[in-house]
């Protein structure tokens, strides 16, 4: 088992609506939970960050995590086109490292 | 606003020849990461370094080296480098549990 799996996708969702990324890890050790959106040819961007158990919203974005499920989402609400991109789980390994998903692959469609 | 800056940004090589990989960031972050990025794996950690004159291995570190040269600076090494080792790299830096990343080196060995 992959310590993080993520849907590669491609995942198409229209203008507007709600987009659902989902992501679970295997260590039931890991504190910190990030998504990471990275546009073609660039680098990872963070963009939600979540430590505890329950949602935590910032502007169109909701992180949720369930550590008792061992289950991190990202939801992005009225999706648009700049929206489309793909979007990297990463969950922390012990106190430094990070280790990531393969990433989803978001297309939003006008 | 530098951030994290890798150079060069682009590299080809031969099969066999060496190449040094240069990070520097100027946000005075203890912590510095290089990372492989292919097509469908998402982000693997090849070397981190926890602090000046500190470093350790990550999931995929055979074939490469790394220097901590100081606080600021941190270079990935390819010895003798092998078409397996054709891909992008990313140098990050991070002081508690949010990591920047640099632009990336796509590096394509021949």
């Known amino acids: 088992q992959k310590e993080v799996e993520q849907n590669s996708g491609p995942l198409s969702v229209p203008e507007g609506a709600i987009a659902s990324l989902n992501c679970t890890y295997s260590?039931?050790?890991?504190?910190?939970f990030f998504w990471y959106r990275q546009y073609s040819g660039k680098s990872p961007e963070l963009i939600m960050s979540?430590?505890?158990?329950g949602d935590k919203e910032d502007g169109r974005f909701t992180a949720q995590l369930n550590k008792a499920s061992q289950y991190v989402s990202l939801l992005i609400r009225d999706s648009q086109p700049s929206d489309s991109a793909t979007y990297l789980c990463?969950?922390?390994?012990?106190?430094?490292?990070?280790?990531f998903g393969q990433g989803t692959r978001l297309t939003i469609n006008p | 606003n530098a951030g994290v800056t890798q150079t060069p940004k682009f590299q080809v090589l031969k099969t066999g020849q060496s190449m040094t990989l240069q990070c520097a960031q100027d946000?005075?972050?203890?912590?510095m990461y290089w990372y492989r990025q292919d097509p469908g794996m998402g982000l693997r950690l090849i070397y981190y370094?926890?602090?000046?004159?500190?470093?350790d291995k990550g999931e995929v570190h055979n074939g490469y080296n790394v220097s901590r040269l100081n606080k600021r600076e941190f270079s990935l090494r390819l010895e003798s480098a092998a078409p397996s080792q054709t891909s992008v790299y990313f140098c990050?830096?991070?002081?508690?549990?949010?990591?920047?990343f640099g632009d990336g080196t796509r590096l394509s060995i021949l």
């Open positions: 990050a830096s991070s002081e508690g549990r949010v990591q920047h």
């Open positions: 990463a969950v922390t390994l012990g106190a430094q490292k990070l280790v």
């Open positions: 260590d039931r050790g890991s504190q910190s």
């Open positions: 979540i430590y505890s158990n």
């Open positions: 946000m005075n972050h203890n912590s």
């Open positions: 370094s926890a602090s000046e004159g500190t470093t």
